[in-house]
């Protein structure tokens, strides 16, 4: 069975300069998370979706970051302008959602570096 | 607001020895309780998923205990190898399919 897949694994840009990241889940999981783990801390929700509706945005910094996830599938996450502190790791989690079991699987995560 | 704590931060043993990692967690009503292990540059691999009603779940050399009175989780590692050396993170639920609240990890170090 196919994990996560994220692309891309790095990205280097310059502060006020925009990103996306992409993520194609667990075939069949309905339920799609995005995580951003600074240096030395646990990762952090940014926004969950279940199928293709938002469940809990409530710590995206909505200001400068969008998440879509186009029928339900994959999902795109976007900062636009981008800030010093947005450098992190971005995962990118699914699982089959409030019907199944609870296990979240995690792709490798992109790593972004904001000069 | 639930709030998770993870000590040490960082731990060095030799091998073959037994080590515990705590964590400990604010809201006693969660849902359930994870141990994930991260190895660098890597994403999160989970090891084992205690739900609310149990106490204890054990997978090969790794025993996790949850006391949700107190609010606390221990991982156990037996015999510990070089192979173990990772991070260790402790996350929790409060609902069905709802968000991860991690602790911020356990850097595990065992040397030759």
């Known amino acids: 069975e196919a994990g996560v897949a994220q692309s891309p694994r790095y990205k280097i840009i310059e502060k006020r300069q925009s990103v996306a990241f992409w993520c194609n889940p667990i075939?069949?999981?309905?339920?799609l998370y995005w995580y951003q783990q600074i240096l030395g801390q646990g990762p952090k929700l940014l926004i969950q979706?279940?199928?293709?509706?938002?469940?809990?945005d409530s710590q995206l910094p909505k200001d400068r970051f969008s998440a879509e996830r186009l029928k339900g599938v994959d999902s795109t996450l976007k900062i636009q302008p981008a800030k010093l502190e947005d450098s992190a790791v971005y995962l990118c989690?699914?699982?089959?959602?409030?019907?199944?079991?609870?296990?979240?699987?995690f792709g490798p995560g992109t790593r972004l570096t904001v000069l | 607001k639930q709030e998770v704590t993870q000590i040490p931060a960082a731990l060095s043993v030799p091998e073959g020895e037994n080590l515990v990692l705590n964590c400990s967690f604010t809201d006693s009503a969660i849902y359930n309780l994870q141990w994930f292990r991260q190895d660098p540059g890597k994403g999160l691999t989970s090891l084992l998923l205690i739900q609310s009603s149990q106490r204890e779940q054990t997978s090969g050399r790794l025993n996790a205990s949850l006391d949700k009175s107190s609010g606390r989780s221990t991982l156990y590692i037996a015999a510990s190898q070089p192979g173990d050396s990772a991070t260790y993170l402790c996350a929790v639920t409060n609902n069905q399919g709802g968000k991860l609240i991690f602790g911020q990890g356990t850097e595990l170090s065992v040397k030759p």
């Open positions: 989690a699914s699982s089959l959602g409030i019907a199944g079991p609870d296990t979240q699987y």
């Open positions: 075939s069949g999981h309905a339920t």
């Open positions: 979706f279940q199928n293709n509706g938002v469940v809990d």
